[in-house]
C-alpha cells in the first residue's frame, strides 16, 4: 500500500455538470487522477461512490433556480474523505422517499443485510429495477450518508474515514 500523500489544499475535485450521461466517464477519470497518490482501494471506492451520486443526479435531478447543473466536490477533510453530489429536484414524494432511504442506511448496523435484502427484492421482483446505488455505497464502498433538501436541490454528501 502506498503511503498517503499529503496535500497542500484538501480540495480535491469541483465541477459543475450538465444533466448527462457522458458526464459519468468524465468524472471517474477525473476522480482517479485527483486520488492517483492514495491507496487502490480508496480510489476505487470514491470512483464507484462518485459514479453512483453522479448517476443518481443525472437520473433524478432537474433545473430548478437554485441548481442549473449538478455539482460536485471531492475533499480531504481531517483524515476523511468527502464526496457531494448537489442536484435539483422538484419531486417532492421521490425526495421524501430518497430521504428515509438514507436515514435507514445511516442508522443501520449492519449495512450488508440492507444490501443483501434490497439484491434479494430485486430478484423476486424481475420488473423492479435500480434503487441499489445508495445500498452499495455504504456497504461495498464503506462511506457515511448524509442528506439536505433546500430550496428544491438535494444535497447527498458520502463520507469516509482513512489512514
Given at each position: ?59 433524478y435531478g432537474e433545473e430548478v433556480p437554485a441548481a442549473s447543473h ?74 457515511d450518508l448524509q442528506f439536505s433538501y433546500v430550496d428544491n436541490v438535494v ?9
Open positions: 500500500m502506498k503511503p498517503l500523500k499529503k496535500l497542500e489544499t484538501p480540495v480535491l475535485l469541483n465541477s459543475s455538470l450538465p444533466h448527462a450521461w457522458d458526464q459519468i466517464r468524465k468524472i471517474r477519470k477525473n476522480v482517479g487522477d485527483a486520488l492517483s497518490g492514495y491507496d487502490s482501494s480508496l480510489r476505487a471506492a470514491a470512483t464507484m461512490v462518485t459514479s453512483e451520486l453522479i448517476e443518481n443526479a443525472v437520473k449538478i455539482l460536485l466536490s471531492m475533499s480531504m477533510e481531517g483524515g476523511r474523505l468527502v464526496i457531494s453530489v448537489s442536484n435539483g429536484c422538484a419531486d417532492g414524494p421521490g425526495v421524501r422517499q430518497l430521504e428515509g432511504r438514507i436515514r435507514e442506511i445511516a442508522e443501520a448496523e449492519d449495512k450488508a443485510a440492507l444490501y443483501m435484502a434490497r439484491l434479494e427484492q430485486l430478484l423476486a421482483e424481475p420488473t423492479e429495477s435500480g434503487k441499489l446505488g445508495l445500498y452499495r455505497i455504504a456497504f461495498e464502498g464503506e462511506f444535497r447527498i454528501t458520502a463520507t469516509r474515514s482513512f489512514q
